[in-house]
């Protein structure tokens, strides 16, 4: 029986890279879960993150919800069927496979914002050119569906990423989210969010586990839409959505 409904992004909620990691935490007691395309590990797990996501596993039906790509979550080695990914731009049914309802909704939303998509990449990748910044940005596609657009620095200097940013896009059209944490900026439209896909899967994961309470799990400002769907939220408490929080005065 499913006691319990999981909702959980994955990176710097379940792992992270390795700089993020404590200091104090030997590496060979990191485990890699997420990995680049050449089967390198680029994001690890502490032990007690570890500890949270086999728990996660054992006790609840466990949905990622991340602003991955379907590429890159499903090189993520965590247990999984459903998923929200791409921020909000694809969900995978119970099978693996992509939910083509909700893929047709998406297409139809996205095809007014491509030129703007395209054209914030290019003025971000022109005022990294103009300043010598090493900054890359694209549009992040998913089967040939332009979705948000990306931007990150090659050393991860954040703070560079985002004067390059702020200085090529000093302001969004209404609706649009500018989406910050460590090295990476998504600029998304109005119809693109972890919560509008969450909104679409709850109804049936409700119908399907009618008594069983929600848990959103995330650690950034914009992993709050979704959590708030949800009927409890959960947060790292050294992170972003936690913010001072937690810190003693």
């Known amino acids: 029986m499913t006691r319990t409904i999981a909702l959980v992004d994955l990176d710097d909620t379940l792992f992270q890279t390795l700089r993020k990691c404590p200091p104090d935490l030997p590496a060979d007691r990191l485990t890699p879960l997420g990995f680049a395309r050449d089967g390198s590990p680029l994001s690890y797990a502490t032990p007690r993150q570890m500890q949270f996501l086999e728990w996660l596993a054992d006790t609840t039906h466990l949905v990622p919800v991340t602003a991955r790509s379907l590429d890159?979550?499903?090189?993520?080695?965590?247990?999984?069927?459903?998923?929200?990914?791409?921020?909000?731009?694809?969900?995978?049914?119970?099978?693996?496979?992509?939910?083509?309802?909700?893929?047709?909704?998406?297409?139809?939303?996205?095809?007014?914002?491509?030129?703007?998509?395209?054209?914030?990449?290019?003025?971000?990748?022109?005022?990294?050119?103009?300043?010598?910044?090493?900054?890359?940005?694209?549009?992040?596609?998913?089967?040939?569906?332009?979705?948000?657009?990306?931007?990150?620095?090659?050393?991860?200097?954040?703070?560079?990423?985002?004067?390059?940013?702020?200085?090529?896009?000093?302001?969004?059209?209404?609706?649009?989210t500018d989406h910050r944490n460590g090295n990476n900026v998504a600029l998304t439209p109005p119809y693109l969010g972890k919560a509008h896909a969450v909104a679409y899967i709850l109804p049936g994961l409700r119908a399907r586990f009618p008594?069983?309470?929600?848990?959103?799990?995330?650690?950034?400002?914009?992993?709050?839409?979704?959590?708030?769907?949800?009927?409890?939220?959960?947060?790292?408490?050294?992170?972003?959505?936690?913010?001072?929080?937690?810190?003693?005065?």
Not at 146 to 164: G, R, S
Not at 219 to 229: E, K, V
Request: proline share 6%.
């Open 72 to 176: 890159a979550l499903r090189r993520a080695r965590i247990p999984f069927r459903a998923a929200v990914c791409a921020h909000g731009g694809v969900v995978l049914d119970d099978s693996g496979q992509v939910d083509m309802e909700w893929a047709a909704t998406i297409a139809d939303r996205a095809a007014p914002f491509a030129s703007q998509l395209a054209g914030l990449a290019e003025a971000i990748r022109r005022m990294a050119r103009d300043r010598g910044i090493a900054v890359n940005a694209r549009v992040l596609v998913e089967d040939a569906l332009p979705l948000y657009t990306l931007a990150k620095h090659e050393d991860a200097d954040a703070a560079a990423l985002f004067a390059v940013v702020d200085a090529a896009v000093p302001s969004l059209p209404k609706g649009w």
């Open 211 to 249: 008594d069983a309470p929600v848990i959103g799990i995330g650690d950034s400002r914009t992993d709050a839409p979704f959590m708030g769907l949800c009927d409890f939220a959960m947060m790292p408490t050294r992170s972003q959505l936690a913010g001072g929080m937690f810190h003693a005065d």
